[in-house]
């Protein structure tokens, strides 16, 4: 197994990559991807939305290289989920750790998109605050600015989730894109911001430093990350997407077992915290992935519930369980 790490976003605009993902994918991309000549696992490309750690289980699994002899997977990140998804869409991409919503959004628009497994089932993003803030509660935030990732991120939509719950109207908010790392903890400190959605391992590293408190934290299940391919790649390359989640298993299932072995994987991250915190962030992270990566429809229903309450889905294109997910795919309990 062969692992290949590249960084497409980071290398320019968003625009610009996507523009040049769809452009190899026209020409071929120069190289394939897939099962062998003689049906064997062969390649993968997998993209993710990087400097977080809501995809664990993969980035575990790639660190470690947890993936079956002869798969070699290529390592691809992006600045944002919606330039994956068309990256994956123009077929520069085989598979994409991407969320349901893009699933949703992308089978109402006639693409043979699907989630073949689940890696996070738990809402990723908190709602953090400065030590010294009048902020207490959700509803301290009403009228006021709030800063999430970007706007349309899945942290907007968590926040939306929020104020819902405390019948805050999101419209009385003025929510700026503050990013995420030091740009999100500035502007909470400087009160650039009154809160801002903040995920692991930075919201273990800003409230272990004192000077940051936490307002709110889901409670609710939601299919936040899982592996997104398109039905046709999957039907044609079968060894390679089972070899693939067999390593995402096989890394969930040996992170579980040794949290210890886990935080090492991922201090290949190479995320500007303690260790003392990513051991805390990587034991939170391990609650959030499905037993045997399966996501339930339980689960995919607080999803869709959710999105539909905040009106960030129509009820009427909430689609059956069956549509929007294949677990066929992944490995099978012993």
Same mark, same amino acid.
């Given at each position: 197994?062969?692992?290949?790490?590249?960084?497409?976003?980071?290398?320019?605009?968003?625009?610009?990559?996507?523009?040049?993902?769809?452009? =190899?994918?026209?020409?071929?991309?120069?190289?394939?991807?897939?099962?062998?000549?003689?049906?064997?696992?062969?390649?993968?490309?997998?993209?993710?939305?990087?400097?977080?750690?809501?995809?664990?289980?993969?980035?575990?699994?790639?660190?470690?290289?947890?993936?079956?002899?002869?798969?070699?997977?290529?390592?691809?990140?992006?600045?944002?989920?919606?330039?994956?998804?068309?990256?994956?869409?123009?077929?520069?991409?085989?598979?994409?750790?991407?969320?349901?919503?893009?699933?949703?959004?992308?089978?109402?628009?006639?693409?043979?998109?699907?989630?073949?497994?689940?890696?996070?089932?738990?809402?990723?993003?908190? =709602?953090?605050?400065?030590?010294?803030?009048?902020?207490?509660?959700?509803?301290?935030?009403?009228?006021?600015?709030?800063?999430?990732?970007?706007?349309?991120?899945?942290?907007?939509?968590?926040?939306?989730?929020?104020?819902?719950?405390?019948?805050?109207?999101?419209?009385?908010?003025?929510?700026?894109?503050?990013? *995420?790392?030091?740009?999100?903890?500035?502007?909470?400190?400087?009160?650039?911001?009154?809160?801002?959605?903040? *995920?692991?391992?930075?919201?273990?590293?800003?409230?272990?430093?004192?000077?940051?408190?936490?307002?709110?934290?889901?409670?609710?299940?939601?299919?936040?990350?899982?592996?997104?391919?398109?039905?046709?790649?999957?039907?044609?390359?079968?060894?390679?997407?089972?070899?693939?989640?067999?390593?995402?298993?096989?890394?969930?299932?040996?992170?579980?077992?040794?949290?210890?072995?886990?935080?090492?994987?991922?201090?290949?991250?190479?995320?500007?915290?303690?260790?003392?915190?990513?051991?805390?962030?990587?034991?939170?992270?391990?609650?959030?992935?499905?037993?045997?990566?399966?996501?339930?429809?339980?689960?995919?229903?607080?999803?869709?519930?959710?999105?539909?309450?905040?009106?960030?889905?129509?009820?009427?294109?909430?689609?059956?369980?069956?549509?929007?997910?294949?677990?066929?795919?992944?490995?099978?309990?012993?």
């Amino acid at each position: 197994m062969r692992i290949h790490k590249n960084n497409l976003s980071r290398a320019g605009h968003g625009t610009a990559v996507v523009a040049l993902a769809l452009a =190899l994918a026209a020409c071929g991309s120069g190289s394939s991807s897939g099962d062998t000549a003689d049906g064997k696992a062969g390649t993968v490309r997998v993209a993710m939305v990087c400097g977080g750690m809501t995809p664990m289980a993969a980035q575990i699994a790639i660190n470690a290289n947890t993936f079956p002899d002869g798969l070699e997977v290529k390592k691809v990140c992006f600045d944002s989920g919606s330039d994956a998804m068309q990256a994956l869409i123009g077929g520069s991409l085989d598979i994409f750790m991407g969320s349901t919503e893009h699933v949703l959004s992308t089978r109402a628009q006639g693409l043979d998109t699907r989630g073949f497994a689940g890696v996070n089932v738990r809402a990723p993003y908190a =709602l953090l605050t400065s030590a010294d803030s009048n902020i207490e509660s959700v509803a301290d935030i009403e009228g006021e600015t709030v800063g999430v990732t970007s706007p349309g991120s899945l942290a907007d939509t968590e926040l939306k989730i929020a104020a819902s719950e405390e019948d805050i109207d999101y419209a009385s908010l003025k929510v700026i894109g503050a990013g *995420s790392g030091a740009t999100m903890a500035s502007a909470i400190k400087q009160g650039q911001v009154a809160a801002g959605m903040v *995920s692991e391992p930075q919201r273990s590293e800003l409230l272990s430093s004192g000077d940051y408190r936490q307002v709110w934290e889901p409670e609710f299940e939601y299919a936040a990350i899982i592996a997104v391919a398109k039905d046709d790649w999957v039907s044609k390359n079968e060894k390679s997407m089972r070899a693939f989640l067999e390593g995402l298993n096989e890394a969930a299932t040996k992170a579980e077992g040794d949290p210890s072995w886990g935080v090492e994987a991922m201090k290949k991250e190479k995320f500007p915290v303690s260790d003392e915190v990513l051991a805390d962030a990587v034991q939170r992270g391990l609650t959030t992935i499905p037993d045997g990566l399966a996501v339930s429809e339980s689960v995919y229903e607080s999803t869709t519930q959710n999105l539909v309450a905040v009106g960030a889905l129509d009820e009427a294109d909430v689609l059956p369980f069956d549509e929007v997910f294949d677990l066929a795919y992944i490995p099978k309990a012993p």
